[in-house]
């Protein structure tokens, strides 16, 4: 289901990267959310303290609070490269990034095991929890919706990121909770990495506290404020860098390259 009910809260379930902080704002500042909690997982990736920074901060811009999950079993079970800190990050040429062949071998390194499954199970059990927590108590219900930042990638989708897994999903909120009242929905499905950049910059998504990298390159001080650093040169920050540029909006994200 594309899109989202305003009058209901939102678990939303982020990374800190351009996608899912775009969607925070605007499931708030657009569906009009009267409640939201940031959900983000440490699944052991490397990134996980530039990520944790920038959902902090994003947290404290919107007035909601963050959630922070512990998955580090998964981590321990993926085989991807974001999960194997000693192993190098290689580098992606532009040209590279469009050419599917090339996409569909990158794509087993970032490839972390259902991932996107367990975050969405997570966003449903605080769902379900809150709202059986009041039906006890009260016997009102508050149902939430669970909000995830996916969108189909080019020039090859990975499974987990396509409207055929957000339907699934969808159908598995009524199975497998209680009431079945619930939605898994991505506001964002449908949308080029550009337009994405394009309505952040409408909402005022605060760039610098989001984080693209695969490979992490630190923090740096600027007037104050400790900022993440991106390689510059992985897959990822290609893709934010030509993002940006298409969308004609300037990025104030640090990067080594």
């Known amino acids: 289901m594309v899109g989202g009910a305003a009058e209901r809260p939102a678990v939303l379930l982020t990374s800190g990267g351009v996608d899912s902080v775009t969607t925070a704002y605007y499931v708030k500042r657009r569906l009009g959310a009267p ?8 699944y052991r990736q ?15 811009a919107l007035g909601d609070p963050v959630k922070l999950v512990d998955l580090r079993w998964l981590g321990e079970l ?11 990050i290689p580098a992606t040429k532009d040209e590279d990034l469009w050419d599917s062949k090339k996409a569909a071998v990158r ?46 990638e080019t020039p090859i989708a990975m499974k987990d990121n396509t409207p055929e897994f957000l339907e699934l999903m969808d159908r598995v909120a009524q199975q497998a909770t209680h009431f079945g009242d619930y939605h898994v929905r991505a506001p964002l499905i449908g949308f080029d990495k550009d337009r994405v950049v394009r309505l952040g910059a409408e909402l005022g998504v605060p760039w610098e506290y989001t984080y693209s990298c695969y490979a992490g390159s630190g923090f740096r001080e600027v007037d ?8 510059g040169a992985c897959s990822n920050c290609r893709r934010r860098k030509l993002a940006f540029k298409g969308a004609g909006v300037d990025d104030p994200s640090l990067y080594d390259v």
């Open 46 to 60: 490397r990134t996980y303290q530039y990520e944790k920074a920038c959902v902090e901060a994003v947290g404290e």
């Open 35 to 42: 409640k939201m909690v940031l959900v983000f997982a440490d």
């Open 224 to 231: 104050g404020h400790r900022l993440p650093v991106h390689c």
């Open 107 to 152: 794509i087993l390194k970032w490839w972390d095991v259902v991932r996107n499954l367990q975050l969405i199970t997570v966003g449903l059990a605080h769902a379900e929890s809150i709202d059986l927590n009041r039906y006890l108590s009260t016997g009102e219900r508050e149902i939430w919706d669970v909000h995830i930042g996916i969108r189909r």
């Open 78 to 88: 993926s085989t991807s490269l974001l999960t194997k800190a000693d192993t190098p």
